[in-house]
């Protein structure tokens, strides 16, 4: 007991849920991890598909069996016309627009992807994106509402 004595002991409930916004940043943010590894990957000469679990069915039996697939990952980023990387940040498919009128960010080359992409990922932990995000998981909903 005298272990416990040096602690401080505090009576907290645990939360539940997160809230809405903190899940969407989340949601990014691991999107923005995917890319990151994607880039890493590529510049290595390599290749970045993660591993998730899918239930099929079997066609013969009609029985539900539980596979390890390989995650498809789109590129975020595009060489544009004048030559220059351009990386354009999604939530789900939509587009982030980052400035008015604005959606890419211009990279000068592929090594600075990297760089850019862990910028864009601190921003959008530090809640510097939450309006975009907000805005884009608006018209989200409204699709469906129709």
């Known amino acids: 007991m005298s272990a416990l004595n040096g602690l401080k002991l505090v009576a907290v409930k645990r939360p539940q849920t997160a809230s809405p916004i903190v899940q969407r940043r989340n949601k990014l943010s691991n999107q923005l991890w995917e890319q990151i590894e994607l880039a890493r990957a590529s510049a290595e000469g390599k290749t970045f598909a993660p591993i998730r679990l899918r239930n099929v069915k079997d066609k013969l039996t009609g029985e539900r069996k539980t596979i390890e697939a390989a995650k498809r990952?789109?590129?975020?980023?595009?060489?544009?016309?004048?030559?220059?990387?351009?990386?354009?940040?999604?939530?789900?498919?939509?587009?982030?627009?980052?400035?008015?009128?604005?959606?890419?960010?211009?990279?000068?080359?592929?090594?600075?992807?990297?760089?850019?992409?862990?910028?864009v990922k601190k921003c959008v932990e530090n809640g510097e994106m939450d309006t975009q995000i907000e805005a884009a998981s608006a018209a989200v909903r409204e699709r469906f509402s129709h």
């Open 73 to 119: 990952i789109k590129q975020w980023w595009f060489v544009a016309e004048s030559g220059k990387v351009c990386l354009q940040v999604r939530y789900g498919t939509r587009v982030l627009e980052l400035a008015k009128g604005k959606n890419s960010i211009e990279v000068g080359s592929g090594n600075e992807l990297l760089a850019v992409l862990e910028t």
